[in-house]
């Protein structure tokens, strides 16, 4: 059975720094057997998410101008999901922000057990900041997380800056690696065992101010 990862390019340079590092994990995915696709984000048009909730009526984002519902489609048939960033003021980029807020808030199919890696991109700083914050989408939707030998970062001002980060290449790959075998081992578990119990249903709320 071949497994399938999703790759968002958060950057508004399709050839940058961070499309260097993508790419660099996309060729090890490939490598280990898995199937992929790239979708470019950071130079396209997306709002951000206005809190109408007509999503939870039409089981899809209520703004049908912009790439986020087909996200949502590929994103729900796929095994895993890799979301790059270029920082920018310690915070991954704003286009793709208001992507993945409406991207996750607005689909109802559940992502419990889909694979999540973030991976960014900065000339010298911010990058954990950001990397934190790429982290919590997946923290908070069930997603195991896949990590490296290193933050899942690499540096340069240039596409060809990258190139010399050696250990941020080094990085990618490992990544490659262990997001390929955490996926199959979750496919394996999923047959044998079936998917573990998600509780839902609870929601902390204390309107009566005590």
Not at 1 to 13: A, F, I
Not at 38 to 51: K, Y
Not at 91 to 107: A, I, W
């Amino acid at each position: 059975m071949s497994h399938h990862v999703l790759l968002l390019n958060g950057s508004p340079h399709a050839n940058g720094c961070t499309a260097a590092a993508l790419a660099e994990l996309q060729r090890t995915l490939e490598a280990e057997g898995l199937t992929t696709e790239l979708c470019q984000i950071g130079n396209q048009a997306i709002r951000g998410c206005v809190s109408c909730n007509r999503c939870q009526e039409l089981g899809k984002c209520v703004f049908a101008n912009d790439p986020v519902n087909e996200l949502a489609q590929k994103f729900e048939a796929a095994d895993g999901l890799v979301v790059g960033s270029p920082v920018y003021y310690g915070s991954p980029n704003g286009t793709l922000l208001s992507c993945l807020d409406r991207l996750f808030y607005s689909t109802n199919f559940s992502k419990h057990m889909k694979v999540g890696a973030a991976v960014v991109s900065c000339r010298r700083g911010g990058n954990t900041a950001s990397f934190d914050v790429l982290n919590k989408y997946f923290s908070i939707s069930s997603m195991p997380i896949a990590t490296a030998t290193y933050w899942n970062q690499v540096h340069g001002f240039t596409a060809e800056d990258v190139l010399k980060d050696l250990e941020g290449l080094q990085t990618m790959r490992n990544l490659g690696r262990n997001m390929a075998f955490l996926i199959r081992a979750i496919a394996d578990a999923k047959e044998k065992y079936g998917l573990p119990e998600s509780e839902r249903g609870l929601f902390t709320s204390f309107p009566d101010g005590k």
